[in-house]
């Protein structure tokens, strides 16, 4: 999965953006910023990104579809050590009920030996 790629033993997020991992991994209630940050900082634009975009491809964009909201919260959160990881879903309340890319988070406090290496 593209949010797992790493460079020099790093999260690329990590090494991308330093000093902004640095000061999210200082933060309580670390899970809800991040998810509220990304939120605020893309906007959704359908036909913006490519399937095989990455999590720094739509931060430098600041744009993108549903999946590239969730590839990004990843990212975030496991360059701070919270595992995560993109899951599908279905939405039932749409109509056409369709698909959905969603992140799914740990708490902080899990270790790596709870994590499926998904």
Do not use: Q
């Given at each position: 999965m593209l949010v797992?790629?790493?460079?020099?033993?790093?999260?690329?997020?990590?090494?991308?953006?330093?000093h902004a991992v640095a000061l999210l991994a200082s933060e309580p209630g670390?899970?809800?910023k991040v998810s509220s940050w990304v939120g605020r900082r893309l906007n959704c634009v359908p036909g913006s990104s490519h399937p095989i975009d990455g999590a720094v491809d739509t931060l430098?964009?600041?744009?993108g579809v549903r999946r590239d909201y969730a590839h990004?919260?990843?990212?975030?959160?496991?360059?701070?050590?919270?595992?995560?990881r993109v899951v599908s879903v279905?939405?039932?309340?749409?109509?056409p009920m369709d698909l959905h890319a969603v992140a799914e988070v740990g708490s902080p406090a899990d270790t790596g030996a709870?994590?499926?290496?998904?």
């Amino acid at each position: 999965m593209l949010v797992d790629a790493v460079a020099n033993g790093r999260p690329v997020v990590a090494t991308v953006f330093p000093h902004a991992v640095a000061l999210l991994a200082s933060e309580p209630g670390i899970v809800e910023k991040v998810s509220s940050w990304v939120g605020r900082r893309l906007n959704c634009v359908p036909g913006s990104s490519h399937p095989i975009d990455g999590a720094v491809d739509t931060l430098l964009a600041g744009e993108g579809v549903r999946r590239d909201y969730a590839h990004l919260v990843v990212a975030l959160v496991r360059a701070v050590n919270v595992p995560a990881r993109v899951v599908s879903v279905y939405a039932p309340g749409l109509s056409p009920m369709d698909l959905h890319a969603v992140a799914e988070v740990g708490s902080p406090a899990d270790t790596g030996a709870d994590r499926d290496g998904a």
